[in-house]
């Protein structure tokens, strides 16, 4: 892989707006090749992905990150239910001119790039999973420390480590720390996501959970190629709840990191950004 020597990073790059239905959806985007978009997790905004992350992705792909719907520095109104979320990305997509895309999701925005994906197939090459779970319901779930963790408004830095690393490592803890330095770097920071528009996410999760788009079963019979990368400690959402669905994804490759928890990537973002490199190049014709 090459190395990432840009001006333009992930760090500074520009803010713009996509003008979408009477909204505006807040985007950034970064390098060149195959347009890549990424969508976010439970209050997240543009500044949570971590920056080498996006550089090293964007080495080989164009990478845009947004901001849904009403979150963030969006405007309009917040989705509150899945399909709404996924049309964030469509509507994304039509008003950059672009047809096919490779999409991925980390946590909630995993939920969203299955909805977005087994909604719109015709417009997804490829997914990529990171830290989240198939949709329908799921028999391993979220553990309490996690939901305890994730609605402190003003949460620190211990905080997340115990949101996106493993506690019990001192190597995560250092990842942890490393990421964390290089997410604050920025100087232009974008708004974070409001608690009052908190409660749009429960709606989606709830709706996820129902899968009343038949999104479980449609995913056993797609033709797209789909990663999942998760760290052995998934504290939100467990690898286990894909390993259940073993030989019923025909297309699915799952990846599991040790000594890891909710944001492998973010812990490792060389490794992450190698092997979705590799399954991409791999499937490419697919």
């Known amino acids: 892989m090459q190395s990432v020597t840009a001006t333009v990073n992930a760090t500074n790059v520009s803010t713009l707006f996509a003008t979408a239905n009477g909204k505006n959806i807040a985007y950034r985007s970064l390098g060149e090749g195959t347009p890549f978009i990424l969508c976010q997790r439970f209050r997240g ?17 164009q990478v845009i990150i947004f ?14 239910d899945m399909k709404s979320f996924a049309q964030d990305v469509i509507d994304l997509a039509d008003y950059l001119s672009i047809d096919r895309f490779l999409l991925g999701g980390w946590s909630l925005g995993g939920w969203v790039a299955q909805i977005a994906t087994t909604s719109f197939p015709s417009r997804v090459q490829q997914l990529v999973l990171i830290g989240t779970k198939p949709p329908g319901q ?47 770097a920025r100087t232009d920071r974008d ?20 899968d009343p788009y038949d999104a479980r079963r449609k995913l056993t019979e797609t033709n797209i190629p789909i990663l999942v990368i998760s760290g052995d400690h998934e504290v939100c959402f467990p690898p286990e709840n894909w390993f259940e669905l073993n030989r019923q994804l025909p ?11 909710h944001g492998p990537h973010h812990q490792h973002p060389e490794m992450t ?5 590799a399954f991409i190049e791999e499937h490419a014709n697919a």
């Open 138 to 184: 799921v028999t391993h779930p979220v553990e309490e420390i996690f939901l305890k963790t994730a609605y402190i408004e003003d949460y620190t830095f211990e905080h997340e480590i115990i949101l996106f690393f493993e506690p019990i490592s001192e190597r995560s803890k250092q990842a942890a720390w490393a990421s964390h330095q290089r997410i604050n």
């Open 251 to 261: 297309t699915t490759q799952v990846v599991v990191m040790p000594r890891a928890g």
């Open 273 to 277: 950004t190698r092997y979705i490199h």
């Open 67 to 80: 901001n849904y719907s009403g979150m963030g520095s969006s405007t309009g109104e917040p989705n509150s």
């Open 191 to 210: 708004p974070k996501v409001k608690p009052e528009v908190w409660q749009y996410y429960g709606m989606g999760a709830e709706d996820y959970s129902k």
């Open 45 to 61: 905004n543009l500044d949570d992905w971590d920056p080498l992350f996006l550089d090293l992705l964007a080495v080989n792909y």
